[in-house]
């Protein structure tokens, strides 16, 4: 998906390579998501920066690793770094070709970390992976095709183990030099998406829910603002 990344070669830190485990529904061009995404990852060797999501660091770091589901992994940065840090990491996305290099990404990185990360490739409209986890991610889920993104954030918050975390980060608006490329895709509030969830009373305590603007380079290398949001939750224990 657009998960609201850009290109390498004009992104900074925050957006990463989270990637597009997106649904294959309608893409863009007419084709399926996945065909979309294949493409998109195959027009070049490297799409995303190879670092982390900003505000994944920021929030798990002090984290106890465990089993972590890293949904729309792209290039896989995110399970790559979570993997460096102890997590046994399930990383999902649509695309065959992130997958792909996401794996070859990993065996190139510190000893262990490749073992601890299981790639699986699914549309998130139709499967979703198996068990529980102590953390599910959610970085940039955007597409500008046809995505349930709804129905999949409610499926990852039913993944969330007691006791676990459940982070979604998203844009909540449009780079400031870009018209709306996509005016079908809404961009939620924090507030949104957490009533989207449709959560049990008394079930999840709320961590963050925040809006914040951040730097980004703009195409023409120049620096521009983008604001994105963040929401944090935690399934009380049983």
């Given at each position: 998906?657009?998960?609201?990344?850009?290109?390498?070669?004009?992104?900074?830190?925050?957006?990463?390579?989270?990637?597009?485990?997106?649904?294959?529904?309608?893409?863009?061009?007419?084709?399926?998501?996945?065909?979309?995404?294949?493409?998109?990852?195959?027009?070049?060797?490297?799409?995303?920066?190879?670092?982390?999501?900003?505000?994944?660091?920021?929030?798990?770091?002090?984290?106890?690793?465990?089993?972590?589901?890293?949904?729309?992994c792209g290039?896989?940065?995110?399970?790559?770094?979570?993997?460096?840090?102890?997590?046994?990491?399930?990383?999902?996305?649509?695309?065959?070709?992130?997958?792909?290099?996401?794996?070859?990404?990993?065996?190139?990185?510190?000893?262990?970390?490749?073992?601890?990360?299981?790639?699986?490739?699914?549309?998130?409209?139709?499967?979703?992976?198996?068990?529980?986890?102590?953390?599910?991610?959610?970085?940039?889920l955007h597409?500008?095709?046809?995505?349930?993104?709804?129905?999949?954030?409610?499926?990852?918050?039913?993944?969330?183990?007691?006791g676990g975390?459940?982070?979604?980060?998203?844009?909540?608006?449009?780079?400031?030099?870009?018209?709306?490329?996509?005016?079908?895709?809404?961009?939620?509030?924090?507030?949104?998406?957490?009533?989207?969830?449709?959560?049990?009373?008394?079930?999840?305590?709320?961590?963050?829910?925040?809006?914040?603007?951040?730097?980004?380079?703009?195409?023409?290398?120049?620096?521009?603002?983008?604001?994105?949001?963040?929401?944090?939750?935690?399934?009380?224990?049983?």
């Open positions: 998906m657009t998960h609201g990344q850009s290109p390498a070669d004009v992104r900074t830190d925050d957006e990463t390579d989270s990637g597009t485990g997106r649904s294959a529904g309608g893409g863009p061009d007419g084709g399926t998501n996945q065909e979309f995404w294949d493409s998109r990852y195959g027009e070049s060797d490297r799409i995303w920066s190879g670092d982390p999501n900003t505000v994944l660091v920021r929030e798990v770091t002090e984290l106890k690793p465990g089993r972590a589901l890293d949904l729309g290039e896989g940065a995110d399970s790559i770094w979570l993997a460096g840090r102890g997590w046994r990491v399930t990383a999902v996305d649509i695309s065959g070709v992130a997958l792909a290099r996401a794996e070859r990404h990993a065996a190139t990185t510190d000893a262990g970390v490749a073992d601890r990360i299981d790639w699986q490739r699914h549309d998130l409209a139709v499967s979703f992976p198996a068990g529980t986890f102590d953390l599910v991610s959610a970085q940039f597409s500008p095709g046809d995505m349930p993104r709804e129905r999949i954030l409610r499926n990852a918050a039913a993944a969330v183990a007691p975390v459940l982070l979604i980060v998203g844009h909540a608006g449009l780079p400031s030099w870009e018209a709306n490329p996509h005016p079908e895709v809404h961009l939620p509030t924090p507030a949104e998406v957490l009533e989207s969830l449709e959560l049990p009373d008394g079930e999840w305590e709320v961590l963050l829910s925040d809006e914040h603007e951040r730097i980004q380079t703009r195409p023409d290398g120049q620096p521009g603002t983008r604001t994105d949001n963040a929401l944090k939750l935690r399934r009380r224990a049983v």
